[in-house]
């Protein structure tokens, strides 16, 4: 049995050095101090760490959404709040029994509603960024449970921080930029279109801003996890997660749908508020895990394969080094005898 494992351990590194993208992946050991086998598969590992674990993972969810606060009174309190405002002054029924003067007003309400949410969108930014630090603790914590460590919500959610804000603060205000992006782009064309000025260019902002929104979720997919698993230095990082993104597409964008169908609830406002409220005790920390768990199969069956066969071969080769080293030791010390009895 231990024979069969080697050979498709040694097969399935043979595998990856033939993939053109794998092979270039910068190695390195995770930070696991010990390794349990999944004797089960990744599925299965996901659903049964996550029901072993659901209360702590609903504690560290809770203690995330603190970080997420700003983004929530900027969504459903000062953004309507000021749409309020603006068109408190507008009278949207006036003169429509006689004519269409309402026609007007109904018209600058509307265009009070886009503006408002354009400026909420870029309110958002600084949020995101916000959020991002809260991200980096949860995602420690997604890590060890996965791993099967132990975790105690608030050491390692605040050791998560720690060791990790720099990298995701700068993530998600990037993330932050392109919700903003996608979110003006969409109303800029909601806005010309209403006013009958829309145009090419709206639609090519659009669809442009929406794609690379898309290429960063993937990419995000893998670099988030790897922050917390790895000591990598951040190119390492932003490279091995454009490998993952381009050779593993197909079970990412897979994995987006399957997490993208909860929102469907969204489209009643009967299930709106079961949504809202699963997501504020549970959801971020559902989403965390469940991406975590698929970047943690790609890094277990490329990245640490990889790693321990060069590891191998580099002890196979300072061992050969040693052999010869000592072989020519022995060789000078039978030299220097033979000289000294003559």
Request: aromatic share 14%; with cysteine; proline share 2%.
């Amino acid at each position: 049995m231990a024979d069969r494992n080697n050979k498709n351990a040694k097969s399935s590194v043979k595998d990856i050095r033939q993939a053109t993208l794998l092979s270039k992946l910068d190695l390195q050991k995770d930070e696991r101090l010990t390794r349990i086998p999944i004797e089960t598969g990744r599925i299965s590992h996901f659903f049964r760490t996550f029901k072993t674990n659901y209360a702590e993972i609903m504690l560290s969810n809770l203690l995330f959404m603190v970080f997420a606060l700003p983004a929530i009174a900027v969504i459903f309190f000062v953004v309507p709040n000021m749409i309020k405002t603006l068109n408190a002054g507008l009278d949207f029924n006036g003169d429509m029994g006689i004519g269409l003067g309402g026609k007007n007003e109904i018209l600058q309400g509307m265009l009070n509603i886009y503006n408002t949410w354009q400026w909420g969108f870029l309110m958002l930014v600084p949020c995101i960024a916000l959020m991002g630090i809260g991200f980096a603790g949860l995602f420690y914590c997604m890590r060890n449970y996965l791993w099967g460590a132990p975790v105690k919500i608030r050491v390692h959610f605040f050791r998560g921080i720690k060791k990790r804000w720099a990298e995701f603060l700068l993530s998600f205000t990037y993330v932050g930029f392109v919700v903003w992006a996608v979110g003006f782009s969409i109303l800029e064309y909601l806005k010309n279109s209403l006013q009958g000025a829309a145009n090419a260019g709206h639609w090519v902002f659009m669809i442009a801003s929406c794609f690379i929104a898309l290429l960063s979720l993937l990419f995000l997919m893998n670099a988030l996890p790897m922050f917390v698993s790895f000591k990598y230095k951040f190119k390492s990082v932003v490279k091995n997660s454009v490998i993952f993104s381009i050779t593993m597409l197909l079970i990412e964008m897979i994995l987006i749908v399957l997490l993208a169908l909860p929102f469907l609830l969204l489209l009643s406002s009967f299930t709106k508020m079961i949504f809202y409220v699963a997501f504020a005790m549970i959801g971020f920390g559902f989403y965390a895990m469940a991406i975590t768990a698929l970047a943690h199969n790609f890094f277990d069956s490329t990245i640490i394969p990889l790693y321990e066969y060069e590891l191998k071969n580099k002890e196979k080769e300072e061992r050969k080094e040693r052999e010869r080293e000592m072989r020519i030791a022995n060789a000078n010390r039978k030299n220097s005898k033979k000289k000294n009895k003559r």
